[in-house]
């Protein structure tokens, strides 16, 4: 069992920046492929961004590339999503996700073991 816990959402202006993490606990923190995703209101959750088990490998949505970057520590089992260039369409609760699988698409929701509870992130105008 892992269990996510994300911090440091919140208020900003566009253009603003924030870095979110996501700190976990229980099994071996690196054996885990480690993923961000965002619900926005009224819209079904989607993907951000993926993170390998060193961080070898990073992969993005479309709509945050060149904004948003995926990192780990594998010493403090904690996974960040910073985010720059922030735009209103960015306001959602991001979550937090861990996979143990290799195999399957790193996008879909379903291939993910376990999630955090989310944190708010509200860009305003």
């Known amino acids: 069992q892992v269990q996510l816990v994300e911090s440091g959402g919140g208020l900003v202006q566009a253009g603003g920046s924030l870095r979110l993490s996501c700190a976990a606990s229980?099994?071996?923190?690196?054996?885990?492929?480690m993923g961000w995703f965002r619900q926005a209101p009224g819209k079904v959750r989607e993907f951000v961004a993926v993170i390998t088990w060193s961080g070898g490998r990073t992969y993005y949505a479309d709509s945050v590339k060149g904004r948003f970057t995926i990192s780990r520590d594998n010493a403090k089992n904690t996974v960040y999503l910073e985010m720059n260039s922030l735009k209103p369409e960015d306001t959602a609760v991001y979550y937090c996700?861990?996979?143990?699988?290799?195999?399957?698409?790193?996008?879909?929701?379903?291939?993910?073991?376990?999630w955090g509870q989310g944190t708010q992130v509200t860009v305003s105008s």
């Open positions: 229980g099994r071996t923190f690196s054996s885990y492929v």
């Open positions: 996700a861990a996979r143990s699988k290799s195999w399957g698409s790193w996008p879909e929701e379903r291939w993910y073991d376990y």
